[in-house]
């Protein structure tokens, strides 16, 4: 207990020193060693490294859950080390309600079918958004969470330490200084010099070891910047894959919901609510030629033969972004990345062109291509 106490005494003497040391420095009153100027350039490094990753990841956080009060509960769940129990999307749940709508309407009704078919759609959209949530969690939120709580801690602990070593260094400076005056006032031994010039340099060892250890550690921020540009990179690439999944998703029940229109008889539905995606898509400016209405007043959905051998408007090339599959003899299939010739005729439906690869013809979807100029 004895040894406790006194133990407890010299820290506390120790503290209130270096805290006068500092007080001191605060008010000019104590001159202050300055650290190795490279040194200073890693620090302020690290400092700004540490504020960008905080506020980055506390946004990702928000732009992957918006919702403030599911992001506490996720908060509560990692730090208690528990499992965070699954979570349906919001694009599920509404598929859900569809579905089960559906099944009070009659799935054998126009509505009700078309309940059906967007209520899965929705819960496909639902399902991607799980997956692009977890991947992201996974390569991006997690590594940027592990250098906070990990590599920072870790250097933020031994600045501290280098910033104690420095004061005590500071502290022997100022005694040595004293007890060389009072030597030259001969009011104390030479002895005391002695004792004050050992303290100096016992301090300054363990000051420049410490600088040491946390430059190295100062340093490995350039490893933390490359491990953080793969993690970037990959939350990128899980971004593009879930956006191209849903715009896929989105393009299938148009054709999906075109094709029970057209089946029922009911007017196209692109003449009320035209692909919002189709033109984003376009690099420039189409040329379509005038519109030939059938007699019905519908313009026609498929390619057909008199359509083929009508003159052709507007042929260009143009890249394939992603691979398709041909829905009937009149469709040509795709594969991602390859190139075509594609122009349009009078009277298509503006979402399609026809496509062209040696001596196979067919129609191709607008929004699976990049036309090229």
Avoid at 329 to 355: H, K, N, Q
Wanted: charge should be negative; include cysteine.
């Amino acid at each position: 207990m004895d040894f406790n106490v006194k133990k407890l005494a010299s820290g506390a003497g120790v503290f209130f020193t270096r805290a006068v040391q500092f007080t001191e420095e605060k008010l000019g009153q104590a001159e202050k060693t300055e650290l190795d100027p490279h040194l200073e350039n890693l620090i302020t490094r690290a400092d700004c490294t540490k504020n960008w990753t905080e506020k980055i990841l506390r946004q990702t956080e928000v732009l992957l859950q918006p919702n403030p009060s599911a992001r506490i509960e996720e908060f509560i769940y990692d730090k208690l080390d528990k499992k965070i129990p699954s979570r349906v999307t919001n694009a599920e749940l509404l598929g859900q309600y569809m579905l089960d709508a559906a099944k009070e309407f009659g799935p054998g009704t126009p509505y009700g079918s078309t309940l059906i078919t967007v209520g899965e759609y929705q819960r496909r959209l639902g399902g991607a958004e799980r997956e692009f949530l977890q991947t992201s969690a996974m390569t991006f939120l997690t590594p940027l969470r592990n250098f906070l709580e990990g590599d920072w801690r870790t250097i933020s602990k031994e600045r501290r330490l280098l910033e104690n070593r420095r004061l005590d260094l500071d502290i022997c400076k100022a005694r040595l200084k004293k007890a060389k005056l009072a030597e030259a006032k001969a009011a104390l031994l030479s002895e005391e010099v002695d004792k004050a010039e050992h303290e100096l340099r016992v301090a300054q060892t363990e000051f420049d070891r410490q600088a040491e250890v946390t430059r190295l550690l100062l340093e490995g921020i350039s490893s933390t910047h490359l491990n953080h540009l793969r993690c970037l990179q990959d939350f990128a690439e899980a971004q593009a894959t879930y956006y191209a999944q849903c715009h896929h998703y989105m393009h299938e029940l148009q054709r999906e919901l075109n094709r029970c229109a057209n089946a029922a008889g009911a007017p196209h539905s692109t003449d009320v609510c035209p692909n919002p995606v189709s033109s984003a898509f376009l690099s420039g400016p189409s040329s379509p030629g005038p519109t030939v209405s059938s007699s019905s007043g519908q313009k026609p959905s498929s390619l057909t033969m008199e359509q083929t051998q009508l003159p052709v408007t507007g042929a260009r090339r143009a890249k394939v972004l992603y691979d398709y599959d041909a829905h009937d003899a009149s469709e040509l299939s795709l594969l991602a990345d390859e190139l075509i010739t594609v122009y349009t005729v009078p009277g298509m439906d503006p979402d399609w062109l026809v496509g062209e690869r040696g001596n196979e013809k067919g129609k191709v979807p607008v929004t699976y291509l990049e036309l090229l100029s």
